[in-house]
């Protein structure tokens, strides 16, 4: 590996761009290849690009040249619709590059289900293989899942996730894959919801059943849903409901409640809006024991641990 990280991003529309403008201004990284299907999407991000390493920028229409030997690349980052990301994932990581695959990992669970197994064995070869979850890294998570996993909360009983958002018609016109099964893979859940989804199930643990409703009640022309509603019941006992749309004008927030025996914290738009937990693990928790919730988080001596804070926090 040259010492600067040389990155290939493929799919350069709205967060390839993202990922591309980043990692260019990052002092570790120099982006050296463009892939895109559509030449002018990868000259539009060339164009705005500030390359200012010198190597040279391939623009390319495939990922093919990507992964041949001597390509100058050490890490992709795969930013083409969620149908096409292990297809690409599989042929990078193949080639021992190291490979971050945006969110959702893909649309298929027995695809999902392979390339995790093919990702271990790439990691065991000391090959990075990760995707796109960021909001667990938000200070707000990071909190709330240091003092579950502390105790904090008591028993983890329930919790309310909600992804009130507007996406006007314009938004799934302007490119032929999304609202699509075959390469959005679903609607407001699986492309807006899927990060909120993500942080319950962190949270909360494995889920043991899940009923679900859903509607198309603001688009047209879309296979899959625009607003969706469901009842989660998680293998800890723990209750949720989770309500993700696109068709809630003009777009309101993102917001998740989450409630035990001695504690209860809320994240509205990533920001931890309220925050109530007992000082100690199981301090005032009159259902004994933890909350259910595996592995650590922002324990003690974390940054964003709130450890010997009994606060109960509006901001
Ligand atoms: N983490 C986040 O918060 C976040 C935000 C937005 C999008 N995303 C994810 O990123 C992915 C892309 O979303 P977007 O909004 O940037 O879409 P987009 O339509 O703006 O961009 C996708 C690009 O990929 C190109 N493309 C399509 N098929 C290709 C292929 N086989 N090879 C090379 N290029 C190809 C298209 O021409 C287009 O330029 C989706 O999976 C989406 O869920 C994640």
């Not at 260019?24 to 290849?33: D, G, K, L, N, S």
């Not at 149908?83 to 590059?97: K, P, R």
Request: proline share 3%.
């Amino acid at each position: 590996m040259s010492a600067l990280i040389r990155v290939a991003i493929i799919g350069c529309g709205v967060i390839g761009t993202h990922h591309a403008i980043v990692l260019a201004a990052h002092p570790r990284f120099e982006v050296t290849m463009l892939v895109d299907s559509s030449d002018d999407a990868a000259e539009q991000l060339a164009s705005v690009l500030v390359i200012e390493h010198g190597a040279p920028l391939v623009i390319v229409s495939g990922f093919e040249p990507v992964v041949v030997e001597g390509a100058p690349v050490d890490l992709v980052v795969v930013c083409t619709p969620s149908g096409t990301h292990i297809d690409i994932a599989n042929a990078t990581i193949a080639a021992g590059i190291h490979t971050i695959v945006e969110k959702p990992l893909d649309v298929d669970f027995a695809k999902a289900r392979e390339f995790a197994a093919l990702a271990a064995a790439a990691t065991a070869r000391g090959i990075h293989v990760s995707v796109i979850s960021q909001h667990r890294f938000d200070p707000a998570s990071v909190a709330i899942r240091g003092a579950m996993a502390d105790g904090r909360f008591g028993r983890v009983t329930s919790a309310v996730a909600s992804v009130a958002w507007w996406r006007s018609q314009d938004y799934y016109d302007g490119g032929d894959w999304r609202g699509t099964w075959a390469l959005d893979g679903g609607g407001a859940v699986m492309n807006q919801g899927v990060h909120t989804v993500d942080l319950l199930r962190w949270f909360l643990g494995r889920p043991a059943d899940v009923h679900a409703r859903t509607g198309l009640l603001a688009h047209e022309r879309l296979e899959v849903e625009d607003t969706a509603v469901a009842t989660v019941r998680f293998e800890s006992g723990a209750l949720a409901v989770v309500h993700a749309t696109t068709a809630a004008f003009p777009g309101l927030t993102v917001r998740l409640q989450v409630h035990g025996t001695t504690g209860s914290a809320i994240i509205d738009n990533d920001r931890l809006e309220y925050f109530h937990a007992a000082g100690a693990a199981g301090e005032g928790n009159s259902a004994g024991g933890a909350g259910g919730v595996p592995g650590g988080g922002a324990g003690a001596g974390s940054p964003w641990s709130t450890e010997n804070c009994v606060c109960s926090v509006r901001v």
